[in-house]
C-alpha cells in the first residue's frame, strides 16, 4: 500500500512517521519550494509529546524547545488571577514544550529523510485536485512554472492546512473561514527571561490579550528567544488576510499595550524588539460532518482549524497522525480505517473548535473583567479559586490532556 499526503507541516511530516513506523509506505508532497522555518511559537500538549516522544523524537525536541512549567493568567494591570504547573512540574510523565514552529518542522522533516529516504518529500507540489478511480486516488499537483505532475497512491490525507485543497474540493459549499473578530500580531524577541524562564503567560481579557512564552533556552546571558502574541478586537467586517506570511507592524497595535509594563516583564518593550512582526486574523473553520470520503481524508488544521486559545491546535493534529497509522496498520482496508479514524477524532475535535469560539480555558480572564469590583490587591480574589480550576480541568479533559489520561496511556 502507498499512500499521498498533501502538505508537510507539522501534521503531514507527523503522520508519515507514524505511518513509517507502522510498516506503511508514504509519500509527502508540499507545495513550498523549500521547507523554511516559518513561523513563530507554539506549543506541545503532553498528550501528543508522549507520541513524539514514541516517535524517538524527545531528545531532538529537548535541544530545541523549552519544557513549560508553568501557566499563569493575569488581568490586564497585571494581577495575578490563576496559575498551574504544566508538564513534568504538574505530575505529567512527559514534558510539555513551547517550541518555534519551523524547528519542530525541521526536526520533523529531518526525520522524514533519515528513516524514509529523501524521494519521500517533495517539494514544489501543489495539490490542485484529485479523483478516486477503483482501488486508487489519481492526484494533480502543479510546479511553481506550471507544469503539472499526475501522481497516484492508494489513498490521499490531506494534510494541507487551513485553506485545504483537499477540503475544499470534499466541500465545495464551505464557504469562507469563520473569524472572531480578532487580529493578532505575533512575533519572537531575543530577550531577558521573565518569571521561571519556562512560564507561559496569558493576560488581559476577551477583547484585548497578550500571550507570551520563551521557546529557547536560556543563553550565558540569560537571554532566551520570547515568543509573544497581541490580539484585540476589531470590527467584524475588517478586511484580513488569512496567510500566515501577512506582515504586521508595530504602529497598528503596539501603542494600544503602552501601559501593560509589569514588574516581572515589559510587554511593549517586547514588541518593539522584535525583528519581525506576523498578522493573522483569528480564524477557524466550522466543524466539518464528514472528513472522509472513501480514499481520501482530512487531518489537521484542513480538518479542524480551531481558534488558539488552549494552544491546542497541532497536538490535535499530532493525534490525528497516530489515530490514521494506527487504523490503517490494524484494518489494513483503507476505507474501514478512514472511517473509524474519523469516528474516533472528529467528534473530539468538533467539541474542542465549539469550546475555543468561547475562549476555551482563557474564559477565567473574561470572567475576572466582567466580575471584579476593583478591590483586589496584588492578585485577584474575587473569583473563587475553585471556580477557576474547575474551569482548567474542565479544559484538559475536554481537549484529552488530564494528566490521569495521559499517564495512563503506555508508550510503544
Ligand atoms: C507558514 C506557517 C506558519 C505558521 N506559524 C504558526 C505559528 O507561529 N504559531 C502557531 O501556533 N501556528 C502556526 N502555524 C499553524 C500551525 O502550524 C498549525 O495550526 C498546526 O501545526 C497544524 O498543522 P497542519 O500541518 O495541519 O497545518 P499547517 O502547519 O498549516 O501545514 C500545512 C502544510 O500544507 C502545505 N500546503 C497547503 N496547501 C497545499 C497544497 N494545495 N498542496 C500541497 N501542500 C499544501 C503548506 O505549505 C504547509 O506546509 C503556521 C502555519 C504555517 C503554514
Redesign the pocket.
Known amino acids: 500500500m502507498q499512500g499521498l499526503i ?7 511530516l507527523t503522520t508519515a512517521l507514524t505511518l513509517h513506523k507502522a510498516g506503511l509506505k508514504v509519500r509527502i ?4 519550494l523549500e521547507i523554511k522555518e ?5 506549543n506541545l500538549l503532553p498528550h501528543s509529546v508522549k507520541h513524539l516522544i514514541d516517535l524517538g523524537l524527545g531528545p531532538a525536541l529537548d535541544s530545541v524547545a523549552v519544557r513549560t512549567g508553568e501557566l499563569r493568567f493575569f488581568s490586564e494591570d497585571g494581577k495575578a488571577i490563576w496559575q498551574e504547573p504544566r508538564g513534568l512540574d504538574a505530575g505529567y510523565d512527559v514534558p510539555q514544550y513551547s517550541i518555534h ?1 519551523g524547528k519542530l518542522q525541521a526536526l520533523l522533516k529531518q526525520a522524514v529523510v533519515e528513516r524514509m529516504g529523501a524521494q519521500s518529500l517533495v517539494t514544489d ?3 490542485l485536485g484529485f479523483t478516486e478511480q477503483g482501488d486508487s486516488v489519481n492526484a494533480e ?1 502543479s510546479d511553481h512554472s506550471g507544469v503539472v505532475h499526475k501522481v497516484s497512491g492508494d489513498y490521499l490525507i490531506g ?7 483537499v477540503r475544499q474540493q470534499l466541500h465545495p459549499d464551505q464557504g469562507s473561514p469563520h473569524f472572531a473578530g480578532l487580529i493578532l500580531w ?1 512575533g519572537a524577541t531575543f530577550s531577558h527571561s521573565f518569571l521561571t524562564a519556562k512560564t507561559m503567560i496569558m493576560a488581559g481579557h476577551a477583547d484585548q490579550k497578550v500571550v507570551v512564552y520563551p521557546i529557547s533556552s536560556p543563553d550565558s546571558e540569560g537571554q532566551q528567544l520570547i515568543n509573544w502574541v497581541a490580539e484585540f478586537r476589531v470590527p467584524l467586517e475588517t478586511a484580513h488576510v488569512d496567510d ?2 501577512g506582515e504586521g507592524q508595530l504602529e497598528e497595535f503596539a501603542a494600544r499595550f503602552d501601559s501593560w509594563q509589569f514588574s516581572w516583564l515589559n510587554v511593549p518593550v517586547l514588541f518593539r524588539q522584535a525583528s519581525r512582526i ?1 498578522k493573522f486574523p483569528m480564524i477557524d473553520r466550522d466543524p466539518l460532518d464528514r472528513w472522509s470520503f472513501g480514499r481520501v481524508t482530512l ?4 480538518a479542524h ?1 480551531m481558534f ?1 486559545n488552549g494552544s491546542n ?2 497536538s490535535q ?1 499530532i493525534l490525528d497522525a497516530v489515530c490514521i497509522a494506527e487504523q490503517l496498520s490494524s484494518q489494513r482496508e483503507v476505507v474501514p480505517a478512514f472511517k473509524a479514524f474519523e469516528e474516533i477524532r472528529r467528534p473530539a475535535t468538533t467539541r474542542l473548535i465549539l469550546d475555543n469560539r468561547n475562549t476555551g480555558p482563557e474564559r477565567v480572564l473574561q470572567l475576572i473583567k466582567d466580575r471584579c469590583p476593583g478591590t483586589c490587591g496584588s492578585e485577584h480574589t474575587c473569583v473563587p479559586a475553585g471556580e477557576l480550576e474547575d474551569i482548567a480541568r474542565a479544559y484538559k479533559k475536554l481537549a484529552g490532556f488530564a494528566r490521569s489520561d495521559v499517564n495512563e496511556k503506555t508508550s510503544g
Open positions: 498533501a502538505g508537510a507541516g507539522i501534521v503531514g508532497l508540499e507545495e513550498a516559518l513561523g513563530v511559537g507554539l514552529r507540489r501543489r495539490l499537483f494534510a494541507d492546512g487551513i485553506n485545504s485543497v505575533r500566515w506570511k506576523y487531518a489537521g488544521d484542513a482549524a488558539p491546535g497541532a493534529g
